[in-house]
């Protein structure tokens, strides 16, 4: 079993004080709880070599301590285990080694922990062989880290889309939830619609009534055509560019989040928001990225939304990791209180 720190309640004098966000709104059960203590994260070591070969790491220990000083107070880990399991599903040892200390230092430098399996495409691709693999993961999962402090949830599964639609998810989630909390009775799980965890799929996601501790999550990348221009796993964007951020834009972000809103308050459910960014290698101008990060961050904390931001390394970067140094434009505007305290040492 994973023994992880108690996460700090406070950041240390003389580090930065943008951990004012606003909470969520208040609401009944133990995920309205969880959902006022995250505030501001970062996606992390989704694509690091560190999986495979700690040598080759990217993202380093430090790199915790850097996260936190910056102003942010939770990480989603974002975890493709499917490629670490043997023929009969069992996690490698190793492997599960590097994420009991990813999940260790991160709550000994004062984070919260998404534990999130992303494995998305080979599960939408192929949702009867994934669903299994599913089971056999949280089955290990939930038994390792059952005395793990609250700081750290459960992401059940990135972005589902067809043919994982929200009918066979809703299915699948009634043998997921149960499963887990036979081990984690009073975990908070963070659980997203259907069709890449959008915003509009909400009213069909369906969610066992008497389990109030499910914190559920969309993703905001929209207007799709000015976050991803450029970008090569869209093969419709690749060759756009110079797509600009507009005041309409603006008015569809605000809308959209009073449309996720009103559904948190119809149905008592928290909201996450675990996904959000603007590619970076697309030649956009720095000053209109920063712009739509600033607008997603601040009508999310307006609806009182925690978000998580995509991401720390990789693309979309929030952290130079070749310059050891955070792409301030970006990180100002995600913590706009943010100072420079959290220099690299």
């Known amino acids: 079993m994973l023994t992880t720190p108690t996460v700090a309640p406070a950041i240390a004098a003389g580090q930065a004080t943008a951990q004012s966000a606003p909470a969520a709104t208040t609401g009944t059960g133990p995920a309205w709880r969880t959902a006022a203590r995250l505030h501001r994260g970062v996606n992390i070591l989704g694509y690091d070599p560190l999986w495979r070969d700690a040598a080759k ?23 493709q285990s499917f490629g670490h399991m043997d023929a009969q599903n069992r996690l490698d040892p190793q492997w599960l080694a590097t994420l009991d200390r990813m999940v ?3 709550s000994a430098a004062g984070l919260g922990a998404i534990i999130d399996e992303h494995d998305f495409n080979a599960c939408s691709k192929a949702p009867d062989a994934c669903e299994p693999k599913l089971v056999a993961f949280w089955t290990q999962i939930g038994e390792r880290y059952r005395d793990a402090p609250p700081s750290v949830l459960f992401e059940l599964l990135n972005e589902p889309h067809a043919p994982l639609d929200a009918a066979r998810w809703n299915a699948m989630l009634r043998t997921l939830i149960p499963l887990v909390r036979r081990t984690n009775p009073d975990r908070t799980l963070v659980i997203g619609p259907s069709r890449w965890n959008n915003l509009e799929e909400l009213p069909r996601l369906e969610l066992p009534a008497a389990d109030r501790n499910i914190l559920v999550t969309f993703h905001s990348y929209e207007p799709f055509r000015f976050t991803h221009q450029g970008a090569p796993w869209a093969p419709e964007l690749t060759a756009v560019k110079n797509v600009p951020f507009t005041a309409a834009d603006e008015r569809r972000i605000k809308a959209d989040y009073d449309t996720v809103g009103a559904w948190s308050k119809a149905n008592d459910r928290p909201v996450l928001m675990g996904e959000f960014g603007a590619y970076e290698k697309s030649g956009t101008p720095m000053a209109a990225r920063a712009r739509y990060t600033a607008t997603v961050r601040h009508e999310a904390e307006a609806h009182g939304f925690p978000w998580a931001y995509w991401q720390f390394d990789s693309d979309f970067i929030l952290y130079d990791i070749d310059r050891d140094r955070w792409v301030e434009p970006i990180r100002q505007a995600l913590v706009p209180a ?8």
């Open 57 to 79: 790491a990217r993202f380093k220990t430090r790199h915790f301590r850097i996260i936190r000083q910056g102003g942010f107070d939770f990480v989603r880990i974002v975890l």
């Open 338 to 345: 943010a100072t420079n305290a959290a220099a690299p040492r």
């Open 104 to 106: 260790r230092e991160a």
